[in-house]
């Protein structure tokens, strides 16, 4: 069973920066698809960056692109989303997600979710 858990978010101002970050656990194998989702109160879920655990290319929504990253820290089994230059645009929560085939398939049915962590712009 795959647990996630995010932390990191919190009030910032506009231009500002923030970090999520997403550890992961029981998560086994040779790697999984690690996606960042966010969603604001009355808008759909959307990805915004993923990578594969296992190693190759990211992705990165144009709504967050040359603003946020998406990284991993292997030895901690943990993601992080770099966030910088805040909009108030982007206050959402903000989950996190691992799907062994998302990366791939595109599809994120069946993936294992985080509880969520705030992030609210002003």
């Known amino acids: 069973h795959v647990q996630l858990v995010e932390s990191g978010g919190e009030p910032v101002q506009a231009g500002g920066s923030l970090r999520l970050s997403c550890a992961a656990y029981g998560t086994t194998g040779s790697g999984y698809c690690m996606g960042w989702f966010r969603q604001a109160p009355g808008k759909e879920r959307e990805l915004i960056a993923s990578l594969y655990t296992g190693g190759g290319s990211t992705y990165h929504a144009d709504s967050v692109k040359g603003r946020f990253t998406i990284s991993q820290d292997n030895a901690k089994n943990t993601v992080y989303l770099q966030m910088n230059s805040l909009k108030p645009e982007d206050t959402a929560m903000y989950y996190c997600?691992?799907?062994?085939?998302?990366?791939?398939?595109?599809?994120?049915?069946?993936?294992?979710w985080g509880q969520g962590t705030q992030v609210t712009v002003s």
């Open positions: 997600a691992a799907n062994a085939y998302a990366c791939y398939s595109g599809s994120w049915s069946g993936s294992y």
